[in-house]
């Protein structure tokens, strides 16, 4: 089919070309038909011009797409971030040259935030854990957690925490720690407190002493201090202190919490706090409502209050550092001081106060758990038995070679109380039963880096029920387990395979997954 | 509620732990036991018309100034210089402490005691001629209480106003 259009006749040239004789003739006949032509956009062209050329005006108009540009720039490649290193580099240079502190302290929220992750996966690690337990125990109230962890969209191990009725978080206290003065505090309802102000200066004291014995003060900060039955938990900023007064066992991850806290009120308050030089604290009030979510736990109180006043226990903890004066110039007396002056070199211990008392040298201080025996050190010095009475106080010592084995010890706990569940007949392991694998793996390579165990970790399968079936059903989920942690790169003589039949129990479900479970069992660390 | 800390030095046994007892507590003790690191006390007294807290930092006398902590005495808005009349070294000690603080904090107000005033008989004479003027001190006793009233009323004024 064809369509038939009509034919267009090609225009005479002399007509197209019409206007060609109106030419420009002189300047102003140019503008007037510019202006004819352009019209306002004329004018815009000359202001534009004029912005272009006038630096002021430049600047601003630059100015407002400058972000922009930047952003194109970078996405686009590296040039720009090339060309800005240097500059960045020198200004840096700079300004650490005059003064490390601001820089320092300018970026320790952030850096704070950067170590938290990296360092202290570790505690990452604990909080996940402690997720599993409340996952593994269908507990009403770990549906709880579960429910407020969803609804306020933190994690469960954080809610568990918050209601934990182990422990209570009863005092926090915000300290300056060079004039030792409390800027702000906060506590738990009807937890009372005698007098946090001198706590704060004694803290600040204790603090200072430790460092002062133990050199280096950075890496030797006091951490914890046992004080009766409560444990003052304390992390340390650049420009403050935070101290929380906590009763009951709590969870390594609550230094987590304070630390956080501790680093939002450095980013909130920073230069307040960096100019605080002693007076007046209110500045520092709106830091309550911080300190006020570090305030976990939920336990209750002891039914008889403490019969001492903390900060008077504090003093008893060696700030004082009275020596009897009399006698204390005798030769033995003091040769005998010598040498009980020397367990401050033992890692973990720290003596404060030494008195000559009933004939005997009453020396009193701190002790880690992990340390070594201060009385059968001072016995091999050549002290006699009798002629000393040691009246040491628990505390947790910063020193590396205890934090390796208090981490150990964590490792060692957490393994002990671990359950892997199996299925009904079933010696499968499970998705979550591989995490757990995983995790134990880790931690035995941790704790076994230095030495293989002397005695080898029993694996105890469990079945339901007795009889030669249950048996080689509990036998076959060790071996599963073991075979798993062998894939894992765990050596397999590090493992000894064991199995524990129970009585079948009964129709309660809980029980009955609990007897289907692999445990472990290791050794004390010598 | 405004806050200072202040700091007692001088050399072991001018009287420091005493002067703080007595102002704090009311109390004097013959005994002397030597103060070993820091002992903190507070009270809260009224300066100027305004409520100040002192936290007093009781510092362990050293016979050498070389060895005063300077760690518990950063962070002080004031201190307390203190002699006993009856020992001239115990002021010389004291003006080579007061000369290093001032050497490696800065310079930083100061109330100078001279301490034990009960025994004013038994002074040593040239001693307190010389510093009582120049440290423009007081004349304190812990054990009658004469003076310790004022040097740390003296001390909240001068803490005061080292604050911004
Ligand atoms: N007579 C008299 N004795 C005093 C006075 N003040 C202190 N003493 C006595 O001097 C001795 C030393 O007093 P402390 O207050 O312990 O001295 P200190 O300066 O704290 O000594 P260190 O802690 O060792 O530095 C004690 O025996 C006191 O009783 C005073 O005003 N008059
Ligand atoms: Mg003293």
């Known amino acids: ?526 | 509620m405004t806050y200072a800390k202040v700091c007692l030095i001088g050399a072991p046994g001018v009287g420091k732990t005493s002067l703080v007892k007595r102002f704090v507590d009311q109390i004097f003790d013959e005994r002397y036991l030597t103060t070993v690191g820091v002992k903190v006390d507070k009270k809260t007294l009224r300066v100027e018309a305004r409520d100040l807290t002192l936290m007093i930092w009781d510092l362990a006398g050293e016979d050498d100034s070389e060895s005063i902590p300077l760690k518990y005495v950063r962070g002080a808005a004031a201190y307390i210089l203190v002699a006993d009349g009856c020992r001239p070294q115990t002021f010389e000690k004291a003006e080579q402490m007061r000369q290093r603080i001032d050497h490696e904090i800065g310079p930083l107000p100061f109330v100078g005691a001279v301490n034990k005033s009960d025994l004013a008989e038994s002074w040593d004479q040239p001693a307190v001629r010389r510093y009582l003027p120049q440290w423009g001190a007081l004349c304190t006793s812990a054990k009658t209480g004469a003076g310790v009233e004022k040097l740390f009323q003296e001390i909240a004024r001068r803490a005061l106003s080292a604050l911004p």
């Open chain 1, 1 to 526: 089919m064809s369509v038939v259009s009509p034919l267009r006749q090609p225009m005479p040239p002399d007509e197209n070309m019409s206007g060609s004789t109106v030419g420009p003739t002189s300047e102003a006949d140019f503008e007037t038909l510019r202006n004819l032509l352009l019209g306002e956009e004329w004018v815009d062209l000359n202001v534009l011009r004029k912005r272009l050329r006038d630096p002021e005006l430049h600047a601003h108009d630059l100015s407002l797409v400058l972000a922009k540009a930047i952003v194109r720039a970078s996405q686009r490649d590296t040039k720009l971030r090339s060309a800005l290193l240097p500059v960045v580099e020198d200004a840096i240079r700079i300004s650490v040259q005059r003064d490390p502190k601001v820089l320092a302290n300018l970026i320790y929220p952030a850096i704070g935030g950067a170590l938290l992750k990296s360092v202290a996966s570790l505690l990452e690690e604990k909080l996940e854990a402690l997720n599993m337990v409340v996952e593994q125990s269908f507990t009403l109230r770990g549906l709880q957690w579960r429910v407020e962890a969803w609804r306020t969209g933190k994690t469960v191990g954080e809610i568990a925490m918050l209601r934990s009725l182990l422990f209570r978080v009863e005092h926090v206290l915000l300290i300056d720690p060079r004039t030792g003065l409390l800027l702000a505090r906060r506590s738990a309802p009807g937890a009372k407190i005698q007098d946090p102000d001198m706590m704060s200066g004694m803290l600040t004291a204790i603090r200072d002493f430790v460092a002062d014995s133990f050199g280096e003060p950075q890496n030797q900060d006091l951490q914890t201090v046992q004080v009766g039955e409560f444990r003052l938990w304390i992390e340390h900023g650049p420009l403050a202190m935070l101290v929380g007064v906590v009763r009951g066992p709590a969870p390594v991850e609550l230094r987590k919490v304070f630390r956080q806290a501790l680093q939002e009120i450095h980013a909130q308050f920073g230069t307040a706090l960096a100019e605080y030089r002693g007076g007046d604290v209110s500045s520092f009030v709106a830091a309550e409502s911080t300190l006020e979510r570090c305030l976990m736990g939920t336990a209750p109180a002891t039914a008889t209050p403490p019969k001492y006043r903390l900060w008077l226990a504090l003093a008893g903890l060696g700030l004082a550092f009275l020596f009897g004066y009399w006698g204390f110039r005798e030769g033995q007396h003091r040769r005998s001081m010598e040498i009980a002056q020397q367990l401050n070199q033992e890692p973990g211990i720290v003596v404060t106060q030494m008195e000559r008392r009933d004939g005997k040298l009453q020396i009193s201080g701190f002790r880690d758990p992990l340390a070594s025996d201060p009385s059968a050190i001072l016995r091999a010095r050549g002290l006699p038995e009798n002629s000393f009475q040691l009246s040491l106080r628990e505390f947790e010592s910063g020193e590396p070679s205890l934090i390796a084995r208090r981490q150990r010890a964590a490792h060692r706990e957490w393994l002990a109380n671990l359950s892997i569940l199996f299925e009904e007949n079933s010696t499968a392991i499970s998705p979550l039963a591989v995490t757990q694998l995983e995790e134990v793996a880790k931690r035995l390579k941790t704790i076994f880096k230095d030495r293989p165990p002397a005695q080898p970790v029993i694996v105890y399968g469990s079945a339901n029920g007795t009889g030669a079936t249950n048996r080689s059903l509990a036998e076959a989920r060790a071996v599963a387990i073991v075979n798993l942690l062998a894939d894992l790169g765990v050596p397999r003589q590090w493992f000894q395979v064991s199995f524990r039949l129970s009585e079948p129990s009964g129709d309660n479900p809980t029980q009955r997954r609990l007897a289907r479970r692999v445990y472990f069992k290791l050794e004390e660390e010598p």
